[in-house]
């Protein structure tokens, strides 16, 4: 008998907490902090103003890396302002600096012809590239999965995407604003074959 009370009583407070509606809105306040964490993801602005003829490949590069990236956000930069990283066509070999670029840092992609003329895909170089400036250095030789094993997986490897162990390392880099207390190496890496 008394069990049963005791059951009762507690029944009683649970539903005087689910009517009581403010209280409930305030336990679910971690909603809006989740949303915080979201936008709290580091923006690096981009200008690609100097890089005529990659453009589709410059836009599925980086869709990319927003798409497979929580951390930090790749933007291209409104005409005339300034951006992170500057990514400019060339006439010699891919070649990018070793991030990871802070948010008011520097850094430079060069997209280079020689790469294609030798048969690699664009979209691949230039989310290679841009990985660089994200942290990660090379791992030559590797497979077609790793973004990051670049030429060497052979001009038959047209994948874009960062592997799993890729994309955790650039996480790591911009998690909760990292990027902002890390230097960036700054090393200009040649993707030259
Ligand atoms: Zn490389």
């Known amino acids: 008998m008394l069990h049963h009370i005791r059951l009762g009583i507690a029944s009683t407070a649970v539903a005087v907490a689910l009517t009581a ?64 990283i500057q990514i400019v066509a060339t006439s010699g070999w891919p070649q990018a600096s070793l991030g990871p670029v802070r948010p008011g840092g520097q850094a430079r992609v060069e997209l280079g012809s020689q790469a294609v003329t030798q048969g690699h895909d664009k979209t691949r170089i230039v989310a290679h590239e841009l990985g660089h400036n994200l942290g990660l250095p090379d791992t030559k030789p590797g497979p077609c999965s790793q973004l990051m094993s670049g030429s060497s997986a052979g001009t038959s490897c047209k994948n874009a995407v960062p592997d799993a162990a890729e994309q955790a390392r650039v996480e790591r880099a911009y998690a909760g604003g990292a990027a902002a207390r890390v230097p960036a190496d700054g090393r200009m890496l040649v993707d030259a074959r």
């Open 21 to 84: 509606a403010p209280a409930a809105n305030a336990l679910s306040a971690p909603e809006p902090a989740a949303a915080n964490d979201a936008s709290a993801a580091v923006t690096l602005r981009y200008d690609d103003s100097r890089a005529a003829g990659w453009e589709a490949a410059i836009t599925a590069g980086v869709a990319s890396w927003n798409s497979n990236v929580e951390n930090v956000k790749l933007v291209e930069a409104a005409p005339g302002t300034r951006a992170e």
